[in-house]
């Protein structure tokens, strides 16, 4: 057996991986020297994703919705109807101030986001987190919460408690929505949903979006 696909290799590469470079990222290095630490731990991925197949062409595209469109739109609604609430509430004068101010700008963050952003968290931190480990734990629910841990973490360096809080609510929602479907592109999209959402209704400034003066 190759020594990258041994279960202390893994269990070594997932804490270096998921738990040491965000923590890392909050320490008081140069950006330079932080960005080079994450295309590092980018390039690895993709080596060894490559490496071990573990992730097809067909399952970058691939959306598989049906039997899971009810929960999904549920908890799409229950986000929607709850975040207009707490702005609505606690902070009126950011109600869809981007898509007021900046329209363009508006614009242009939900595409970037999509692309840039959401696709490959979720590459990373589902299909390839669930491919490359589901062999180090013995329930897939372990697997799960494991997951669940470890994608908070990759916002640390925002350092805001709301930040992490709306990515614990969202890590869970996407880890089951991966564990049910296998679909990395069903959970982008409800990840660029709910992103999107949050940044058009005037959550920008609290979650580390770019927002208008």
């Not at 197949?53 to 799409?76: A, F």
């Amino acid at each position: 057996m190759l020594l990258t696909n041994q279960k202390p290799y893994k269990a070594i590469e997932l804490l270096l991986l998921f738990v040491a470079l965000p923590i890392s990222l909050i320490l008081p290095f140069l950006p330079v020297f932080k960005l080079i630490t994450v295309l590092i731990g980018v390039g690895y991925c993709i080596w060894i994703a490559r490496k071990h197949q573990l992730i097809t062409k067909k399952s970058l595209y691939q959306i598989k919705i049906r039997d899971y469109w009810k929960t999904i739109l549920i908890s799409l609604i229950l986000v929607f109807v709850s975040s207009f609430i707490f702005i609505y509430l606690l902070h009126p004068e950011d109600l869809f101030i981007v898509v007021k101010k900046k329209p363009l700008m508006w614009i242009m963050v939900l595409f970037f986001y999509a692309i840039f952003s959401v696709y490959p968290q979720e590459l990373m931190y589902r299909s390839f987190f669930f491919k490359r480990y589901e062999g180090l734990f013995k329930n897939t629910n372990y697997l799960l919460i494991a997951n669940i841990i470890v994608f908070p973490l990759a916002h640390l360096m925002f350092k805001n408690w709301l930040v992490l809080l709306v990515t614990l609510i969202g890590g869970i929602l996407f880890a089951f929505t991966y564990k049910k479907s296998k679909s990395v592109m069903l959970t982008s999209i409800e990840h660029a949903i709910y992103g999107n959402w949050l940044f058009t209704i005037g959550m920008g400034e609290m979650l580390a979006f770019p927002m208008p003066n």
